[in-house]
């Protein structure tokens, strides 16, 4: 039973990571296992990694989904609202004022100098949390290949789907029989094929009526919550194939300035639709898109977690799981060296991610304090 203190804590925690949460979902999931792992003891690391490797295999927002995993075992259901609501909250409020000055200025705000800063430090958070969750994670000479072929398959662009299956199937075909995984036989079933139909079906439904509605809106961002897997530039393919190209309520300009602002805030990544909602139908569009595209993620966390605890218990079940586990933090890696690229561009930037690592090594700071303080330098450099 959920005790008052336990749904306030997870309340506290999660508004915070909603604000401080630059930098997409590895970055969230690494505040995350700082917060609920090392700092709090919430979960055992062991636990957080079953929870993060099924979060991979559910369409959706990951970090939103991890959030609202967490939630849900800390303090039962109203913990999955409590925790998913306050993460979701800042990032919407945040992305529905900018909408409302895009809209009335006809420009983005000056992000700039923030995410100049930020984002050296957001790598050095995320490769500690990587680290630390690998040392839990690689516990045989299997798994530590299967992690490689995973890098290795992902940075040739084989779909993410693909390699959490296979890592997780070749790990339990190793250790036992695949049909001993309970609920496996279903859920690949339900991967190769329910998506497909979903979209097929919402898709249909939408061409229909290409003219606005807050109906056509709310459905149309269910569909992209219950099916899309990936990052938010899968998301801008996504968007793009209705918005602009079939129905035409958005043109090219305005859906890449979504998308910014998607990425330059902090929270989920589809907070997009929030901005999109505004642009198309003022508040009441924003809070029917906002609701639309994270509302799958709570029905999909609900469905799949009570199998988490079940998986683990089964031996071959559990190497299954360790499969997708150990992928999961591959490409968790993967994503981490492209965006490195990105965010170590300059002497300053190298200069704030090495500072920043010195200061996790040697002080342990809460994430929170450096993510500020790079945001800080960032502006006096850009603007000083």
Request: glycine share 10%.
């Amino acid at each position: 039973m959920a005790t008052s203190s336990c749904v306030r804590e997870l309340a506290g925690v999660f508004l915070k990571l909603g604000i401080i949460g630059f930098g997409g979902p590895a970055a969230h999931i690494a505040m995350m296992e700082e917060e609920v792992v090392r700092r709090r003891h919430w979960l055992t690391r062991e636990q957080f990694l079953d929870l993060l490797g099924a979060t991979n295999l559910i369409p959706g927002p990951n970090s939103t989904e991890m959030a609202i995993h967490i939630g849900h075992q800390r303090a039962g259901w109203a913990g999955l609202l409590v925790a998913g609501v306050c993460f979701i909250i800042p990032a919407a409020l945040i992305t529905l004022l900018i909408a409302w000055a895009y809209v009335r200025f006809g420009s983005l705000p000056e992000a700039a100098g923030v995410l100049y800063g930020v984002k050296p430090v957001i790598i050095v958070i995320v490769l500690q949390a990587l680290w630390r969750l690998a040392s839990s994670a690689v516990k045989t000479k299997l798994l530590a290949g299967l992690a490689l072929v995973v890098a290795i398959a992902s940075f040739r662009g084989v779909n993410e789907l693909v390699v959490l299956f296979g890592a997780g199937v070749i790990a339990a075909t190793v250790h036992g029989r695949i049909s001993e995984v309970p609920g496996l036989p279903a859920v690949l079933g339900l991967v190769g094929s329910g998506p497909v139909l979903t979209n097929a079906g919402f898709v249909t439904a939408a061409t229909t009526a290409t003219s606005f509605s807050l109906t056509s809106l709310f459905l149309f961002f269910v569909k992209v919550g219950a099916v899309l897997f990936g990052s938010g530039y899968v998301l801008l393919a996504f968007l793009r194939a209705d918005l602009v190209d079939r129905w035409r309520w958005l043109t090219e300009a305005q859906l890449l300035d979504a998308i910014a602002v998607g990425q330059m805030t902090p929270g989920p990544v589809f907070t997009t639709a929030t901005f999109l909602g505004y642009v198309l139908a003022g508040t009441i569009g924003a809070v029917v898109a906002t609701c639309g595209i994270f509302l799958p993620a709570f029905f999909f966390v609900a469905l799949s977690g009570p199998l988490v605890p079940r998986l683990r218990r089964s031996p071959t079940a559990g190497a299954f799981l360790d499969g997708v586990n150990v992928a999961s933090l591959a490409l968790m890696a993967v994503v981490t060296w492209h965006l490195s690229w990105a965010a170590v561009v300059d002497m300053p930037t190298a200069t704030l991610a090495i500072a920043s690592a010195v200061l996790l090594r040697r002080f342990r700071p809460n994430a929170a304090w450096l993510v500020l303080g790079g945001g800080l330098v960032g502006l006096v450099i850009m603007h000083g």
